[in-house]
């Protein structure tokens, strides 16, 4: 199983509409989760990130997470052409009792987002 | 804004050379990381580094990588021996107190002829 699984794509959707976009994770002790935007040939560029269950919003973006699912979802309002990239999901785990700091950063492979005009 | 900077931008080089990748990550941040991306693959983790030593590490990096802080604003990956199979994108990131939030750097492309 993946660790963290995202549909490819690509997601092709009309300017101005609601882009939604799906990750599903299987480390249960996963507890900081990142959206991250990257265009061709470039680094992934953070966007959201969310720890708590819920509904996080920052603008046009509304990142949403349900640990019992073991799920995370972007949601681009009024989506532009700009916005047209490959959407990383990002999973880190926890920190354990002894205070490590698990810093690694587990990728889903993006799923690729079209806006046409 | 501050940000994380790379260089080269492309590093080219011959089979079992040995590459130094340089980063200088944001100035006031603890935790430094390096990821890789071959083409048309997903971000992979390499290693991370805290307090002057490695914190974790894939399996990807093996003994032919190794990575230092050689003063207080530079942060090196190195390549030995260099493969066909090491050509990717080399991603080095950043971040502050906590350690939660990465930010990346523009990254380097190696190819590995």
């Known amino acids: 199983q993946k660790e963290v699984e995202q549909n490819s794509g690509p997601l092709s959707v009309p300017e101005g509409a609601i882009a939604s976009l799906n990750c599903t994770y299987s480390?249960?002790?996963?507890?900081?989760f990142f959206w991250y935007r990257q265009y061709s040939g470039k680094s992934p560029e953070l966007i959201m990130s969310?720890?708590?269950?819920g509904d996080k919003e920052d603008g046009r973006f509304t990142a949403q997470l349900n640990k019992a699912s073991q799920y995370v979802s972007l949601l681009i309002r009024d989506s532009q052409p700009s916005d047209s990239a490959t959407y990383l999901c990002?999973?880190?785990?926890?920190?354990?009792?002894?205070?490590?700091?698990?810093?690694?950063?587990?990728f889903g492979q993006g799923t690729i987002l079209t806006v046409h005009p | 804004e501050p940000e994380v900077t790379q260089t080269p931008s492309h590093q080219v080089t011959q089979m079992g050379q040995e590459v130094i990748l340089r980063c200088v990550p944001i100035?006031?941040?603890?935790?430094f990381y390096w990821y890789r991306q071959i083409l048309g693959q997903k971000v992979e983790f390499l290693v991370s580094?805290?307090?002057?030593?490695?914190?974790?590490k894939s399996e990807i990096f093996d003994d032919q990588f190794s990575v230092e802080r050689p003063d207080g604003s530079n942060f090196t990956l190195k390549i030995r021996s260099t493969k066909l199979e090491d050509s990717a994108m080399y991603f080095c990131?950043?971040?502050?107190?906590?350690?939660?939030?990465?930010?990346f750097g523009p990254g380097t492309r190696l190819t590995v002829l």
């Open positions: 969310i720890y708590s269950n």
């Open positions: 990002a999973v880190k785990r926890r920190k354990d009792a002894g205070g490590t700091s698990y810093g690694k950063l587990t």
């Open positions: 480390d249960r002790v996963s507890q900081s």
């Open positions: 580094f805290y307090n002057n030593e490695i914190s974790e």
């Open positions: 100035s006031n941040h603890l935790y």
């Open positions: 990131a950043s971040s502050g107190a906590g350690g939660r939030t990465q930010y």
